[in-house]
């Protein structure tokens, strides 16, 4: 059945449009030991707001009014910390006074041990209790990152040092003024990088496998050169946003050690990072970084930077002399934030040791289960069903010979929709083994393919009961019949649509679209060609009645020439369908 262009182009952007999210409810829990914001930016050195106390001494169990204050801002975050120790847990709990701008915070498994914001509306001024713990230090000091832009932001805002009565005075005020982290200077780099000690000295992935970052400007790259204690880090990439890698105990995201490059507007910033789960990227301090450098060219990004193999005392941070998985991913950022990758990362096949000899290792963007998902669900349905449905609709009086006990069409036609279902249901478990159970991000796609999956089923059942040609109810079976295959055909087109999207198994824009576009004009194209075909035909042969030609099977001459005519489509509409299959089963391979 032929689908109206527009209709089907219409619902496909429909079902892919996908909602953006962000962070505003101050649920920044993750961030309650650095106290530094996931932006990506470097936080601005000279305050412009204050923290104020209602008294410079306090008792264990006693309560002090903090206030914070200064120009408009839309987050914050404020804890209490050991003056003696910066560095430590938050001190105390807190308590509102006002629940409407500020919500409180469990970090470090204290309850109410820090404040922040409940939405980004702007705000100047807010007010709590702190509480002051029955084992307080000697001397506590307020802290507080306060976010007036996404950009703007300053980290560890220095307060107020408050003191126990009995205590001796704190004698390092000058602790106070310093800041509180300093980031590593960082360099330009003076030439591009290059591939030609790959496997020789350097530890290599790249993406393609042969590419060389000095040449191709959408080479992926990413290096390991082992100097002594320490590892020297290369990585190059297209400069539109961001590039990163992490080391990985498995194939998922996940409690990782990450690093990335980040573009803003013609500087990039280097940011050692963690990730715990499908969530953006917790930054941390670059003071595990040494010899930073960066370099903006011909439009590739490239950076590099050197750390040691074992970094004790940074729980972020494992250690290069073990074995990981690699991912390396690149993605857009708007504004300096960052924005999830639209491909999925690419995956060292195993893991390795970058500190171990010198390799030159690829990978892949999408496992084999997903692959071989991929891979069946193209060909059941751009390939097997187009052809089993051209077969049953336009090639009834051409193959109607007898074939052990049925005519060969209906053989043909049989044989391919059995295959249809067969390998949609395999392909729609493979996900699910992947997964281990359903998948929330994959939007529509996996829906659709259930519904898919049903139908497929649903159409080869009911065939099987069909009742016989001269039933009275034979032509309800018939509509039936034809209903849910249509049905079952445009819904799978979409979900195909949908699936070159899913992260899993992104294959490259723009191509995907046009080619899939293609295959549809390709096969509405053919069904037309045979309706007019068979419509003109017949306008010429008229239709007899007599058994006796019957029985011959006397053809017309108009009769053989047109079923000439609907071989020689068929055949070239197979060579078409072939060719696009090939195309996208190629796209998977080199995923």
């Known amino acids: 059945m032929a689908v109206p262009g527009g209709i089907l182009v219409a619902c496909i952007l429909l079902l892919h449009m996908s909602p953006v999210t962000n962070y505003p409810n101050g649920k920044v829990t993750d961030s309650c030991h650095g106290m530094t914001p996931t932006h990506g930016h470097a936080p601005l050195s000279d305050p412009v707001h204050s923290i104020a106390v209602s008294q410079v001494t306090f008792r264990p169990g006693g309560q002090i009014k903090v206030t914070l204050s200064g120009p408009p801002f839309k987050g914050f975050l404020l804890e209490a910390r050991d003056a003696e120790d910066l560095s430590g847990p938050p001190v105390g709990s807190f308590t509102l006074i006002e629940s409407q701008e500020a919500q409180l915070l469990t970090c470090e498994d204290v309850q109410g041990s820090a404040v922040s914001h409940t939405s980004p509306s702007k705000k100047t001024e807010i007010k709590v209790d702190w509480n002051a713990p029955s084992s307080a230090p000697n001397h506590i000091q307020f802290l507080a990152t306060v976010v007036e832009k996404y950009k703007i932001y300053w980290v560890k805002i220095p307060g107020p040092i408050i003191s126990q009565p009995d205590a001796l005075p704190f004698t390092t005020p000058e602790a106070t003024r310093q800041p509180l982290s300093t980031s590593a200077p960082v360099s330009h780099l003076t030439k591009s990088f290059n591939a030609s000690d790959c496997g020789k000295k350097k530890f290599c992935i790249r993406s393609p496998l042969t590419c060389d970052p000095g040449k191709d400007h959408a080479c992926l790259f990413l290096s390991f050169t082992r100097d002594d204690q320490s590892v020297k880090i ?275 824009d723009p191509w995907k679209t046009y080619a899939m576009i293609g295959f549809v004009a390709w096969h509405v194209g053919t069904e037309i060609i045979l309706e007019i075909h068979a419509y003109r035909l017949s306008q010429k042969v008229e239709i007899l009645d007599d058994t006796r030609i019957q029985i011959l099977q006397s053809f017309t001459v108009a009769e053989a020439e047109g079923h000439a005519f609907k071989k020689a489509v068929l055949a070239i509409y197979i060579c078409g369908n072939v060719t696009f299959l090939i195309i996208f089963l190629s796209a998977i391979n080199h995923l």
């Not at 715990?276 to 941390?284: A, F, N, Y």
């Not at 750390?307 to 990981?324: K, V």
């Not at 195993?350 to 999408?366: A, F, L």
């Open 234 to 508: 290369e990585m190059s990439g297209p400069s539109e946003g961001y590039l990163s890698f992490a080391f990985s105990h498995d194939r998922w995201m996940g409690d990782d050690d990450a690093y990335m490059c980040i573009r803003e507007d013609q500087t990039v910033h280097l940011k050692p990072s963690h990730l715990t789960g499908r969530k953006h990227p917790i930054m941390d301090s670059e003071d595990t970084l040494e010899d930073m450098a960066w370099r903006l060219a011909d439009g590739v990004m490239q950076c590099s930077f050197r750390r040691n193999i074992t970094l004790p005392g940074f729980n972020n941070r494992f250690d290069l002399n073990a074995s990981y998985y690699i991912f390396l991913a690149n993605g857009a950022t708007a504004d300096g934030r960052i924005h999830k990758h639209s491909q999925q990362p690419l995956i060292t096949y195993e893991k390795y040791n970058v500190t171990d000899n010198p390799k030159n290792v690829g990978g892949s963007r999408s496992v084999l289960l997903l692959k071989a998902h991929g891979a069946l669900m193209f060909v059941a349905w751009m390939t097997t069903v187009s052809i089993g449905v051209l077969t049953a609709r336009f090639f009834k009086p051409v193959w109607s010979q007898i074939f052990f006990g049925k005519a060969v069409w209906f053989q043909v036609h049989r044989l391919l929709m059995a295959t249809t279902s067969a390998l949609t249901c395999i392909a729609v478990i493979l996900p699910f083994l992947y997964r281990g159970g359903w998948s929330w991000h994959a939007g529509y796609h996996p829906y659709l393919g259930c519904v898919v999956m049903f139908l497929a089923v649903l159409q080869p059942l009911l065939a099987a009961f069909r009742p016989p040609l001269q039933h009275p109810r034979r032509q309800v079976f018939n509509w039936t019949h034809w209903s849910i295959g249509t049905a079952a055909r445009i819904i799978a087109v979409t979900t195909l649509f949908l699936g070159m999207d899913v992260s899993g198994l992104n294959l490259p």
